[in-house]
């Protein structure tokens, strides 16, 4: 039996439910438990989180917002929505076949990028800057205070109001948290999130599938845009061997076929492997505190491909994120990031009423309030913020 149909066979036995999933039914609950009563829907617990988080506003800017490419003028690459919803493909195949809550594991994979600010990164690297002296910008950090405060739809309290796993595993999806900053501070002292311990499986499986998307996703994008080459790729020993085996099984298809079925072919190996490593890791366990109390990963890429995939990590740096033409494209990101919060902090009436009527008076909270309004934003609104406060916008700020 060939290697894919081992997997599907894997994956189609994999009906029952694992002792190490979360269980819906015995969450440690809400923060602000005065909803339970009036529960809409037959849903669990972590199926009304999945739907809270795709209703939010935060969610639906992702679709402005940077993955790789900064302001991309094609509409065929990949923003932090779309890249959100393959992870959260990848998360569920993984789940499903370790026995996990699926639901959980999407909406932690569709919940992850949420605290990314305009421009990704460069805009992250601006407003930390910012803040370096009001105790700086996370993204992952963001996401939480996101999640947790500033998105309030709802008559009875701040946030979204999601389960306590929910939220655990956005804060330690990458470990133990052990100096947390300023945001992840206060929101764990209003409800503790054991910061110290490992995240639950399905946490760990949502970042593991970021990894494998991100990995496989960019490179297809990277090539679209030219900024890879076949050739480039190839000198990857991980790639040659898939791309060998692309060849030798559809000799006569087209190029850009051929390339698509490999990046298919490398995320289907890497899910493989996590669902290998991760049963053996997860031998003689018994439940979701047997994970968080484990002290080291569960889920996990097996030895060998993890060393690779660190290499590929590696080789995207120096030749997609380090490109001369993104670098450009970042630092023009970095001025808009930078420009608008010197603006807002010298005239805040320039936010506009609602944010800057709520703006306090004291640091630190004041220059965080600032900073939330703008990691809020999609890629053009803050272009546009800058071309009205400023009249211009910074040269080569597109890198496709």
């Not at 029952?16 to 669990?44: K, V």
């Not at 993204?139 to 999640?147: F, G, K, P, S, Y």
């Not at 995240?199 to 679209?224: F, K, P, W």
């Not at 559809?250 to 049963?279: C, H, K």
């Amino acid at each position: 039996m060939g290697a894919g149909k081992r997997l599907l066979t894997t994956v189609l036995a994999a009906g029952a439910r694992s002792p190490l999933a979360c269980d819906p039914a015995r969450s440690r609950g809400r923060e602000f438990g005065i909803e339970d009563a009036i529960a809409r829907g037959p849903r669990s617990e972590y199926q009304r989180d999945r739907d809270r988080i795709i209703h939010s506003i935060a969610f639906r800017r992702l679709r402005h917002k940077t993955q790789v490419f900064i302001a991309p003028d094609g509409d065929h690459y990949r923003v932090r929505l779309t890249h959100s919803l393959e992870v959260a493909q990848i998360g569920r195949v993984i789940a499903r076949a370790l026995g996990l809550d699926e639901d959980l594991t999407e909406a932690l994979c569709l919940a992850h990028d949420i605290g990314h600010p305009p421009f990704g990164h460069s805009g992250e690297d601006a407003l930390d800057a910012a803040l370096k002296d009001h105790g700086g910008f996370d993204h992952n950090a963001h996401c939480l205070r996101v999640l947790m405060r500033l998105e309030s739809p709802y008559c009875e309290h701040d946030g979204l109001n999601l389960t306590w796993e929910l939220l655990e595993g956005l804060a330690k999806h990458n470990g133990p948290v052990l100096l947390p900053g300023w945001a992840l501070a206060e929101l764990d002292a209003a409800w503790p999130l054991d910061l110290g311990e490992w995240s639950c499986l399905e946490a760990q499986v949502a970042a593991l599938a970021d990894d494998i998307a991100y990995d496989n996703h960019d490179i297809d994008d990277g090539l679209r845009a030219g900024f890879l080459s076949l050739d480039d790729l190839l000198t990857q020993p991980f790639v040659a061997e898939q791309w060998r085996a692309v060849e030798r099984k559809f000799p006569g298809a087209p190029r850009e076929r051929q390339l698509r079925e490999l990046v298919r072919s490398q995320i289907g190996l890497m899910v493989n492997d996590v669902i290998a490593e991760t049963r053996a890791r997860t031998a003689g366990m018994a439940s979701p505190d047997d994970v968080r109390r484990a002290g080291r990963p569960s889920c996990a890429f097996s030895r060998g491909l993890e060393a690779t995939e660190r290499q590929l990590k590696r080789f995207m740096y120096d030749r997609l994120y380090f490109h001369p033409e993104q670098l450009a494209a970042a630092e023009s990101a970095r001025e808009v990031t930078a420009g608008l919060f010197a603006a807002y902090d010298a005239d805040p009436a320039a936010m506009g009423p609602r944010w800057a009527g709520a703006l306090p008076t004291e640091e630190p909270r004041r220059s965080r309030h600032i900073a939330d309004y703008i990691a809020g934003m999609t890629d053009r609104f803050a272009m546009a913020e800058f071309q009205r406060l400023f009249g211009r916008v910074p040269e080569r700020l597109s890198s496709v």
